[in-house]
């Protein structure tokens, strides 16, 4: 079935360096939406970028992820992490229901 | 700018009391949702539904009824709370499933003793 796997729960970084967050995905269909979504403490969860598209960058607020449906990927990417980047970040995946990953919680360091 | 609202923000109830979350979207949104939010755990769909009198159920969906009176409203009812119950509960809304963002409200922490 359709499934999504952040493998890292907890990321903790010093501010000014790179972010990658992991997210793979599994689908059968070819045209699925891949999502992040960012929740920060007392905030609401929303949509920090989304794509369809296969090799294509979307970038949004600083960061960055490219779809590579060869591998599955989506991973979420950043140069320099700043210290109001920590947060909760979650991939989904909708190739019709919404599929969200178990999120990966950044925390950025001084 | 899409607009979620849920009722109460915090609620606490006891083993086996009977508790209704509230949310109200006002983007004419068709889909409505239903998560709880678990450390370790993340998102998990509860119940959705695509409009007035439907409902479809999510992963999570033992122990909770659910209801979409109107296509603004979405009720998540607990007929006996048990402590597993305990989690933050977030209602959303998009336009249509899939391609489109979900909104989410504010969020309601239910605490069940």
């Known amino acids: 079935g359709d499934s999504v796997t952040q493998k890292e729960g907890l990321v903790t970084l010093t501010e000014g360096l790179p972010v990658m967050l992991n997210c793979t995905y599994q689908t059968i269909y070819s045209n699925a939406f891949l999502f992040w979504y960012v929740h920060y403490l007392n905030e609401s969860p929303r949509l920090l970028l989304k794509s369809s598209t296969d090799n294509k960058r979307t970038e949004h607020q600083g960061f960055h992820a490219t779809l590579h449906k060869s591998s599955s990927s989506f991973h979420l990417q950043k140069s320099s992490a700043q210290l109001s980047d920590s947060a909760l970040y979650y991939c989904a995946l909708s190739p019709q229901n919404f599929y969200f990953g178990k999120g990966t919680s950044l925390t950025v360091i001084p | 700018e899409a607009a979620v609202t849920q009722s109460p923000r915090n609620k606490v109830t006891v083993t086996g009391g009977n508790v209704t979350l509230s949310c109200r979207q006002t983007n004419s949104h068709n889909y409505m949702y239903w998560y709880r939010q678990d450390t370790g755990h993340g998102l998990r769909l509860i119940h959705y539904s695509y409009g007035a009198g439907n409902l479809q159920i999510g992963d999570v969906p033992d122990g909770y009824k659910a209801t979409r009176t109107t296509q603004e409203d979405f009720f998540l009812l607990l007929e006996l709370a048990s402590p597993s119950q305990t989690s933050l509960y977030f209602c959303?809304?998009?336009?249509?499933?899939?391609?489109?963002?979900?909104?989410f409200g504010p969020g309601t922490r239910l605490t069940v003793l």
């Open positions: 959303a809304s998009s336009d249509w499933t899939g391609v489109y963002e979900q909104y």
